[in-house]
């Protein structure tokens, strides 16, 4: 159970010492990983924005446990947001936050503070001329984080969101969201869910993603496809012809390091193209989950070990 240690592995500190101390291990973390200050992911951006590609950069962070750590989580994005727009980027570059990172998930008032502090990074992204797409976490979430979107967008209507096609509500909330102007990021689920609320078999999940593609796709929205699945990316480019939407009319998503040789195709036969760009200095736990998805970066990981 190879996945299985490994995600142990996340909470080890020693690891962590052993990963971050050597070059070789600290190039396969950058494979995935932007960077930890701002000038690092802005530089990464730089670049992949000169091969044709958007961004969207999310700031890594764990267990935001304090109403100050939640408002250091918004100050990082402000100065992001601020450096993409010094930079140029805006017009291709985004934010993606979190909102347990911004307070979502205090004892109390956990709603109010992630809506106030989002609030803040909408009107940095606004000055800068970017825009905001907010994560979806576990099923427990997504009520809040749909109000959350919802009162932002009355204030700022190019906020986006992320819904997981895993989770049985998912096809009504697109339905939902699937109106003029509003931006859906669909994506299969990150989170480990009881059967009672999500599909657990991966052809369930692959089905409902397409049947909420279906959807979003004929709707009035603008859809992004966040998937590496060769299979869905299909769909979604026969779906989008369907429909009658052009290139401009829905983009693809995918993360840092994972098919960037897809990523340079899709991007070359004109789709838009968004890599979701993870960075800051805690990085390890993102880190370990990418590799645990797949045994080749496990490889990747064991061969920057050896010596020589
Ligand atoms: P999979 O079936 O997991 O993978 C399909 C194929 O992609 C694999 O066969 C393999 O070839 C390749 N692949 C996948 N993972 C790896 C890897 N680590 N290394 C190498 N190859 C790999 N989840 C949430 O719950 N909330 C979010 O807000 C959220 N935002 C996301 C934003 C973006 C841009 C993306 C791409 C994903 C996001 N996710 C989010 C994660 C998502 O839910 C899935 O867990 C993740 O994308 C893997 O699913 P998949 O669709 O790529 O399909």
């Known amino acids: 159970m190879p996945n299985r240690l490994l995600l142990n592995a996340a909470g080890s500190d020693r690891l962590r010492g052993l ?13 995935f ?61 985004e934010a993606s936050v979190k909102l347990s990172a911004l307070g979502g998930s205090l004892p109390v008032d956990g709603r109010d503070h992630a809506y106030r502090l989002t609030r803040d990074i909408c009107a940095a992204a606004a000055a800068a001329g970017c825009a905001v797409t907010i994560d979806m976490e576990d099923h427990s979430t997504v009520d ?74 004929a709707g009035d929205g603008y859809p992004m496809v966040a998937t590496h699945d060769p299979r869905l990316v299909d769909s979604a480019i026969r779906l989008a012809r369907d429909n009658g939407r052009g290139a401009g009319d829905f983009e693809f998503q995918m993360l840092y390091g994972i098919r960037a040789n897809e990523q340079a195709r899709l991007a070359g036969e004109g ?5 979701y760009l993870p960075y800051g200095h805690d990085w390890y736990g993102y880190f370990t989950r990418r590799l645990a998805e797949k045994p080749a970066n496990l490889l990747l990981l064991a061969r920057s070990f050896a010596p020589g």
């Open 144 to 217: 809040t984080t749909l109000a959350v979107l919802h009162d932002l967008r009355a204030e700022f209507p190019w906020v986006g969101v992320a819904l997981q096609a895993c989770l049985h509500r998912t096809v009504s909330d697109c339905r939902d969201l699937a109106y003029a102007g509003s931006r859906v990021r669909l994506v299969k689920g990150a989170y480990a869910e009881p059967a009672s609320v999500a599909h657990v078999r991966s052809r369930q999940v692959d089905d409902a993603f397409e049947h909420c593609l279906r959807v979003l796709m």
């Open 19 to 31: 990963v971050a101390g050597s070059a070789m291990t600290r190039q396969v973390v950058r494979r």
């Open 271 to 275: 789709h838009r193209m968004r890599v």
């Open 33 to 93: 990983v932007a960077g930890e200050e701002n000038d690092e992911v802005v530089a990464v951006a730089r670049r992949l924005t000169a091969a044709g590609m958007h961004v969207t950069i999310d700031h890594l962070g764990e267990d935001t446990t304090t109403l100050s750590q939640a408002e250091g989580v918004r100050d990082t994005y402000r100065a992001l947001l601020a450096s993409l727009g010094r930079a140029g980027l805006a017009a291709s570059a």
